[in-house]
Structures are given as structure tokens and as C-alpha cells.
């Protein structure tokens, strides 16, 4: 057989009675061409019948709308249909009632086993039993992993502790009380809040596209910024996780110890490396976001979602790490409260907004998000904590070097255009060549300003910590 054959020469693959996986999510990835040329040759042929058609995800649009299959159970004898069918419109829909296939219960990244030979019933049981070893490994990781971490602190602990005996602190239920029913409390309301929001979206959508393509648009929408744009956004901030990690056991034990210099010292370094990296994240976004979401997505409105959102990412990346310093000073109770208006100032937002403005109305929700915790909980640590607002040093220094690093690469683009417009390989070697080249641009600009104060002083700090090890050791 040719590697390479037409969709019509791939549907005449398919006989009577087979079993077909179908992969995608919404309109992405999917084999449309060759789910056409089946239905047409239906209709001249009356073949093929009785598929079995597993669909691993949701693969066109929902609500019943012209891209949208009948659920299971609609019409023929005694069969089912997929729930969706990519660009199926009225014509397919019916042709697919008529040809009568069958949707097996199929689970997300199993659709290969959807046709093993193991007879009619085998694909749910094998999917089945994929999907359920799955959850119990997650079940297994969960479990072993605190006593991991116990067996592995244990040096660390003789290591901080010696050899004093452990001695009970006062009032520890309270005292844990005090810290557990705001975070989890927090967590949990702060969860049936964005469920509410993430149901209210897609249907506050549907309202502003009725004429345009209903719930099965307002769905690809909604998942084009969810699915795509924000996991992209959001990626970068696992390298300030590190930082994370060595600043705030630092920070709550100046707290606990009432070192109010070093308390200042440590939040002022925090709030300054966040505003040089979320600044050229940003800056990175809004450059070169368009060509990086066509490369890997095939979407340029994912790429636009980039653009927009990417100069806010200071405002999301400071109010990531403001909140867990607050913690860290004890102010659990602050950032719970702060949580709760924010979910339903979003609500209130979406239900006003979207109706009418649509994503242009979802995006101004996110972005006025962003800037009512960041300012909430920024004000609330400083306070706490008695420093005074320093924008420049925070947020206006950042922002310039940010700025120049956003001139460099829009010269860089400009220069590597060509590579653009080539294959998805080109266009990601464009992407990491300019980011590379911002990343350096954004350093040299921002050294002088107070990044490399910032980095010999954590340089500093590190050596400073291996001594004592060595010592204690």
C-alpha cells in the first residue's frame, strides 16, 4: 500500500461491521476529510454499516447545532451514534442515523485499543480497565509519597534538630485550626466557584454567538484560551516554583523570629526577581505568542489570546507569589477572604460580560482578576509586614527592561520571517532563537538596575548556607 493515499481511497478501506477510533478534541486534529468521504459513500452506496465508532473526545460541537451528532440512541435499530462528528452537518447527521454505528464507552488516550480483536464487548473492558489502572496508580502515588518524604527528611531533621528531644508546642490544635479551615476552606469554595464559572462561561458564550455558531463555537472558543493559551501563560512560572521554594521557609521563619529587616529584605528580593522574570515572560508572549501557538496548535486564535493577555503576566506571576508569602506571615485568613471576591467578582463579570461582549468580555474579566488580587494581596502583605509600596524597584524597572527586551525581539522576528513562514520545526527554532535573544537583551538591561544586586545577594546566601552545613556536619 502507497504511504500516502486520499481520503476516498481511506473510507473504501473501511467495511461493514468494522470498528473505527476517532481522535481529536473539538474541531483539532481531526480526520474530518475521511469521516466526509464515508458519509458520501453511504449515501451512493448504503455501505458501510454498522460501524462501531469510538470517539475519544469531544470531536465537533455539542448542543445540537449543525456541527453536532444526535446522542446515543437516535434512530435505527436498536444502534446508537457518536455524540459529535466534527463538521457533520444536517445532510451527515441524518446519514449517520441511517447508517446506524455504534458508540462504545471509550476513555481519553485509549482510542488505539478501541479496535483490538478481542471480540464486540472486549474495547470497554480493556479501556476500562486502562483507564481504572490509571486512577489506582495516582491512588498508589498518593499514598506512598508522604512516607517518602518522611523517610527522606529524616537526615534533614537530625541534620536542623541534633539530637534535642521533640518537645510539643502550645495549643497545636488551635494553632492548626487556625491555619488549615482558611487554606482548605479556601480550596474547596474556591473549586465550586470555578466550576460555577466554568459552566457559566461556555453557556454566557452561546448567548453572544446564537447566530454565529451557538455552544458548539462558544465551546471551541472557551476551550482554544482554557486548553491551549492559559496552560502556555502559566509554564514559565514553574521556574520562579523554585524560587518559591527557597524564599518562603525564609520568610516565615523571620516571621516567627520577629526579624522584621530580614523579613522586608526577603520579600523586597522575592517581589523584585518575580517583576524581572514575569516581565519578560510577558514581553516573550506578546512577541513571539502568535507564531508559537500556530506551531504547536494550528490556531491563530489561541495566538491572539497570547498577545493580549501576555503583558498582564506580571500581575498574574506577583499575585501567585504575594499569596504565598501571606501565608507564610500568617495572613491565611486575608487570602481566603481575598479569594472569595475574586471568584465572584468573576462570576459577576462573566454573567454581565459575556453575553454581550463575548471573549473580548472574558478577557477584560481575567485581566481585572489579575489586577484586584494582585493589589489586594499586595497591599495586605506590606502592611502586614510594614514596608512601604516601591513600584520602581518592583514593577517599574521590570517593566523597562521587559520593554527593551520587547524592541530586541520584534527586530528578531522581523529578521527571522522567513523561518515563519516554513514548516512547524522552523517556526519553533525562530521562537526559541528569539527567545534566547530577548532573555539576553532583558539581562544586560536589567542588570544595572538591580538584577545583578539581587542575584550576588542570593549567590551570596547559598554559600553562606553550605558553610553552616559543613559545619554542623
Known amino acids: 500500500m502507497a504511504k500516502v493515499i486520499s481520503a476516498a481511497e481511506a473510507a473504501a478501506l473501511i467495511g461493514d461491521g468494522m470498528t ?38 469531544g470531536v465537533g460541537g455539542g448542543g445540537g447545532g449543525e456541527r ?21 452537518s444536517k445532510p451527515r447527521v441524518s446519514a449517520a442515523r441511517a447508517g446506524c454505528v455504534e458508540r462504545p464507552a471509550a476513555c481519553r488516550g485509549a482510542a488505539r485499543r478501541v479496535d483490538n480483536p478481542g471480540g464486540a464487548g472486549a474495547p470497554g473492558g480493556v479501556v476500562g480497565g486502562r483507564c481504572g489502572g490509571g486512577l489506582g496508580a495516582r491512588g498508589v502515588r498518593g499514598a506512598a509519597s508522604p512516607g517518602l518524604w518522611a523517610f527522606f527528611s529524616r537526615k534533614g531533621a537530625r541534620r536542623c534538630f541534633g539530637a534535642r528531644p521533640a518537645c510539643r508546642p502550645q495549643e497545636p490544635g488551635k494553632r492548626l485550626w487556625d491555619i488549615l479551615w482558611p487554606v482548605e476552606g479556601g480550596r474547596c469554595l474556591a473549586s465550586a466557584l470555578h466550576t460555577a464559572e466554568n459552566m457559566l462561561v461556555p453557556a454566557c458564550l452561546a448567548v453572544c454567538l446564537q447566530f454565529s455558531g451557538g455552544r458548539a463555537e462558544a465551546v471551541a472558543q472557551y476551550g482554544n484560551l482554557k486548553g491551549m493559551a492559559l496552560p502556555l501563560l502559566t509554564f514559565p512560572f514553574g521556574l520562579l516554583g523554585s524560587l518559591s521554594v527557597l524564599l518562603m521557609p525564609e520568610i516565615t521563619q523571620a516571621h516567627l523570629r520577629g526579624q522584621s529587616g530580614r523579613l522586608a529584605a ?25 507564531p508559537l501557538a500556530e506551531a504547536l496548535y494550528g490556531s491563530a486564535e489561541a495566538g491572539s489570546y497570547l498577545v493580549i493577555l501576555g503583558p498582564a503576566m506580571p500581575l498574574m506571576y506577583l499575585e501567585s507569589m504575594v499569596d504565598g508569602a501571606m501565608k507564610g506571615v500568617g495572613e491565611q485568613k486575608a487570602v481566603f477572604r481575598y479569594s472569595m471576591w475574586d471568584s465572584c467578582l468573576r462570576i459577576v463579570g462573566v454573567l454581565l460580560l459575556l453575553p ?54 520584534l527586530a528578531l522576528r522581523h529578521l527571522l520571517a522567513d523561518w515563519l513562514t516554513g514548516g512547524a520545526p522552523l517556526q519553533l527554532a525562530a521562537v526559541a532563537l528569539g527567545g534566547a535573544g530577548m532573555a539576553a537583551v532583558c539581562f544586560a538591561a536589567a542588570w544595572p538596575l538591580g538584577l545583578g544586586e539581587e542575584l550576588r545577594a542570593v549567590a551570596a546566601g547559598e554559600r553562606r548556607h553550605k558553610k553552616n552545613v559543613q559545619k554542623v556536619k
Open 20 to 57: 473505527v477510533a476517532v481522535d481529536g478534541f473539538i474541531g483539532f486534529s481531526l480526520a474530518e476529510d475521511i469521516l466526509c468521504e464515508m458519509e458520501e459513500r453511504f449515501l451512493r452506496e448504503g455501505h458501510p454499516r454498522d460501524l462501531r465508532l469510538g470517539n475519544v473526545a
Open 68 to 88: 453536532a451528532m444526535p446522542p446515543p440512541g437516535g434512530g435505527g435499530p436498536g444502534r446508537g451514534v457518536p455524540r459529535s462528528w466534527g463538521r457533520a
Open 356 to 409: 454581550r461582549f463575548g471573549m473580548k468580555g472574558f478577557l477584560f474579566v481575567i485581566l481585572l482578576s489579575s489586577f484586584y488580587t494582585c493589589t489586594a494581596n499586595t497591599g495586605r502583605l506590606l502592611s502586614s509586614c510594614g514596608l512601604r509600596l516601591q513600584l520602581w524597584r518592583w514593577l517599574g524597572a521590570p517593566g523597562f527592561a521587559g520593554a527593551v527586551s520587547a524592541g530586541a525581539g
Open 266 to 290: 526577603l520579600i523586597d528580593r522575592m517581589l523584585r526577581l518575580t517583576g524581572y522574570f514575569s516581565a519578560l515572560a510577558g514581553a516573550a508572549f506578546w512577541v513571539w505568542g502568535q
